[in-house]
């Protein structure tokens, strides 16, 4: 047999399906069998259990002491019991944050989602997975698009009916539902229902949902360019309008896990476009105005990105203490005292800094600072065509000038 724990390896990560202790491979069960401590949940553990041999623990609560759980057994040969692929929104992620790989050995099980998409006969490169589980509904609102095949994981046996209202309410009410539960086991059921006429009851905890996306004439899709449509926003009109919007958002050009400040952020859009543009992206929007800090929280949600921070005050002093951004937008008060004074020092080295201005009085400090510090100033108008009498005419927008900084 097989060293159940290679040298140096002290940690095994062993995948487990619903099937248990019978579907392990030969080698999954011996690092099982062979491990002197075994964490797991108790679901994981009651499954493993003809194989465990050491101690059995379950995972502490609240389970942010789960990692220092493990690592106080350092040096014994311990195994942890995750669901299918351990490092697919697995406890694998969490533990490889602390513990090098070189000191782990992992044997994965398929993901719900690999058994999910194989029940399915859908090929999962082109296949959205969402995972709701712990999280909110409103995650999968911007893979809603026509034809668009989506797994989402949910958190229990509400979910899929939770998830059915939301996709009715918003537009996409003919959209089949097919949900797979307790994948793998001898307790497996798969059913489907539309989205407006769901009636599934008596849901396993352990579910997926498969969404075949059908939208409505009035379903609310939300494009993957920048510059989306003002009226998919609430607002009061304090809003950087959508060509604006896009100029903003090239220019502030997002980069993978940047954190932005939207200072004066209004209806919120540009930080809930710059979280748009990928999951790792990261936004604070802050926020004088006590209604448009809420809205900013409502429209965040409709957009799919409920993480946008929002910090209801006023700078610079609601900035004191924040995390230190890539990037920063001043679209509001720019013109009060202090708050690109402690925007320009807050800036990481590298990060980019937009701010926007549309009176007299901002345009004058922008063109200052670009004479001082450099960068980029850029003016731009934007007419839309509107009716004129019984004719068409152009109304020009008030025109904006930006400056764009890099700091070094």
């Known amino acids: 047999m097989p060293d159940p724990a290679p040298i140096g390896r002290w940690l095994s990560i062993v995948g487990i399906g619903e099937d248990g202790a019978q579907g392990l491979s030969p080698v999954a069960r011996d690092l099982v069998a062979g491990a002197d401590m075994v964490f797991g949940g108790a679901r994981h553990l009651a499954l493993a259990a003809s194989v465990i041999r050491g101690e059995a623990k379950p995972w502490p609560s609240p389970f942010a002491q789960a990692v220092d759980a493990v690592l106080a057994e350092r040096g014994r040969r ?70 668009a095949r989506i797994l989402a994981l949910t958190s229990d046996g509400d979910g899929p009916a939770a998830l059915a209202q939301l996709l009715t309410e918003i537009g996409f009410g003919r959209s089949r539902l097919t949900v797979l539960e307790a994948l793998g086991g001898e307790h497996e059921r798969v059913r489907a229902a539309q989205a407006d006429g769901f009636d599934l009851e008596d849901i396993a905890a352990l579910n997926i949902v498969a969404v075949d996306v059908a939208a409505a004439a009035n379903a609310r899709i939300i494009a993957y360019t920048p510059g989306l449509a003002d009226d998919l926003f609430e607002h009061d009109g304090q809003i950087t309008k959508r060509e604006i919007r896009a100029m903003t958002l090239s220019a502030l050009a997002p980069c993978r896990g940047a954190l932005l400040w939207d200072v004066g952020a209004g209806a919120g859009s540009i930080g809930i476009e710059w979280m748009l543009a990928d999951p790792s992206l990261r936004a604070i929007a802050i926020e004088a105005n006590a209604d448009r800090a809420a809205r900013i929280g409502r429209n965040a949600a409709a957009f799919g990105v409920p993480d946008l921070a929002v910090i209801q005050g006023r700078a610079p002093d609601s900035l004191t203490g924040l995390a230190a951004p890539d990037a920063i937008f001043v679209g509001g008060g720019g013109s009060v005292p202090g708050v690109l004074e402690t925007c320009l020092t807050a800036l990481r080295p590298g990060g980019r800094l937009v701010a926007n201005a549309v009176t007299l009085e901002t345009e004058a400090d922008l063109m200052a600072r670009h004479e001082s510090l450099g960068g980029d100033l850029v003016r731009v108008a934007v ?5 004129v009498g019984g004719k068409t005419g152009w109304r020009p927008a008030m025109p904006v000038t930006q400056w764009i900084w890099r700091k070094t």
């Open 78 to 147: 311990v195994c942890v019991l995750a669901s299918g692929d351990p490092f697919f929104y697995g406890v694998g992620s969490t533990l490889a944050a602390h513990i090098p790989p070189e000191e782990t050995f992992v044997v994965p099980a398929p993901s719900s989602f690999s058994l999910a998409a194989s029940r399915m006969g859908w090929p999962l490169p082109e296949t959205v997975l969402v995972s709701l589980h712990g999280r909110a509904l409103d995650r999968i609102r911007p893979h809603l698009h026509p034809g």
């Open 383 to 387: 007419s839309r065509a509107d009716r």
